[in-house]
């Protein structure tokens, strides 16, 4: 099946840290991969809409200077948490899902940020 | 209206039971639904396509109602390790661009 990869799954650091996070698509190209916030006990919040070769599509309340998208080819996009607070504090996650359409969302793992 | 909305529950069951949860969608025009399931503090996995004809998958049976916009999970014979959340996933192409959108999710929590 479908992987995808995120990475680093963990991360610690000071606030002020600018983070970046890495989805890729390892046994398919995804021209669209979607990011995701959760926080504890809650429900999966999309970020943005990561398009391969153009700009991100966010989502009305989140402010694309802070949260930087990249999606330079086909098999990654990444995500920068620029000048991370204590705030910014979340479990990450990425989605990709085949070229085509109408097909389910595969996960990376997840990447469990703390801003401390 | 939230545009899909799930119970959340929690929904304690002993073992052996059987379960369903309904999720409901507002936009009409989409087109593909999923069930995933989340454990705690993991990424969510792709737990079964929904298709209009319905599906079944072992214990696992998903059933789309288009005319009333929702869409069901049932689990039969509940498991421990059925426990989790459920989360209804509903995605959505328009012009070009496609949108998925997530339920909240039903917290199962099946009891010995």
């Known amino acids: 099946g479908a992987v995808v990869s995120q990475h680093p799954s963990r991360v610690i650091c000071k606030s002020g840290t600018s983070v970046k996070i890495e989805c890729r698509s390892l046994d398919f190209q995804a021209t669209t991969m979607f990011w995701y916030r959760q926080f504890p006990k809650k429900?999966?919040?999309?970020?943005?809409?990561?398009?391969?070769?153009?700009?991100?599509?966010?989502?009305?309340?989140?402010?694309?200077?802070?949260?930087?998208?990249?999606?330079?080819?086909?098999?990654?996009?990444?995500?920068?948490?620029?000048?991370?607070?204590?705030?910014?504090?979340?479990?990450y996650i990425c989605s990709a899902s085949y070229q085509g359409g109408n097909q389910p969302q595969h996960f990376g793992d997840g990447t469990r940020l703390s801003i401390l | 209206r939230k545009e899909v909305e799930q119970d959340p529950g929690p929904f304690n069951v002993?073992?052996?039971?059987?379960?369903?949860?309904?999720?409901?969608?507002?936009?009409?025009?989409?087109?593909?639904?999923?069930?995933?399931?989340?454990?705690?503090?993991?990424?969510?996995?792709?737990?079964?396509?929904?298709?209009?004809?319905?599906?079944?998958?072992?214990?696992?049976?998903?059933?789309?109602?288009?005319?009333?916009?929702?869409?069901?999970?049932?689990?039969?014979?509940?498991?421990?390790?059925?426990?989790?959340?459920?989360?209804?996933?509903?995605?959505?192409?328009?012009?070009?661009?496609q949108k998925v959108t997530f339920g909240i999710g039903t917290k199962l929590q099946v009891i010995p």
């Not at chain 1, 989502?59 to 990249?70: A, M, P, S, T």
């Open chain 1, 43 to 91: 429900s999966l919040m999309l970020m943005a809409t990561s398009n391969e070769g153009s700009k991100a599509t966010y989502e009305q309340g989140v402010e694309k200077d802070k949260f930087l998208i990249n999606h330079a080819s086909l098999t990654l996009s990444t995500l920068t948490v620029t000048s991370a607070h204590p705030e910014d504090s979340s479990f």
């Open chain 2, 14 to 97: 002993p073992e052996g039971a059987t379960v369903a949860f309904n999720c409901t969608y507002s936009n009409s025009a989409s087109q593909s639904f999923f069930w995933y399931r989340q454990d705690c503090r993991k990424e969510p996995k792709l737990l079964m396509s929904v298709y209009s004809s319905g599906n079944e998958d072992g214990r696992f049976t998903a059933q789309l109602n288009r005319a009333s916009q929702y869409i069901s999970l049932l689990i039969r014979d509940s498991k421990l390790s059925d426990s989790a959340t459920y989360l209804c996933v509903v995605l959505t192409n328009s012009g070009g661009y």
